[in-house]
């Protein structure tokens, strides 16, 4: 079955760095759109950040852009969240997020991280 697993996330301070990770299992990784979702406390969950299956396209929020970078490694079937220049807005738990690339296109997500920035 599909498992998304997260890990990497924790407490720093505004201006600090985290990485976050997505092991996947389950599935044929290499074949699948990944991204990363947030949800802050008493917000909705955004988008943060989306790969394609080869890492030869991104997209980003316009909010982390120029200080998140998504990226894959195919070969160890994870996804990356590097973030740079936290801010305190950028506290929410942050979701791995895949879906079949045929239908029904049923998406899947991992369990989440909890990302807290703050002095």
């Known amino acids: 079955q599909v498992q998304l697993v997260e890990s990497g996330g924790g407490l720093v301070q505004p201006g600090g760095s985290l990485r976050l990770s997505c092991a996947a299992s389950?599935?044929?990784?290499?074949?699948?759109?990944m991204a990363w979702y947030r949800q802050a406390p008493g917000k909705e969950r955004e988008l943060v950040a989306y790969i394609s299956p080869t890492g030869g396209s991104t997209n980003y929020i316009d909010s982390v852009k120029g200080r998140f970078t998504i990226s894959r490694d195919n070969a160890k079937n994870t996804v990356y969240l590097q973030m740079n220049s936290l801010k305190r807005d950028d506290t929410a738990v942050y979701s791995c997020w895949t879906a079949q690339p045929y239908p029904p296109y049923q998406g899947y997500w991992g369990q989440g991280t909890r990302v807290t920035v703050s002095s």
């Open positions: 389950g599935f044929t990784f290499s074949s699948h759109n």
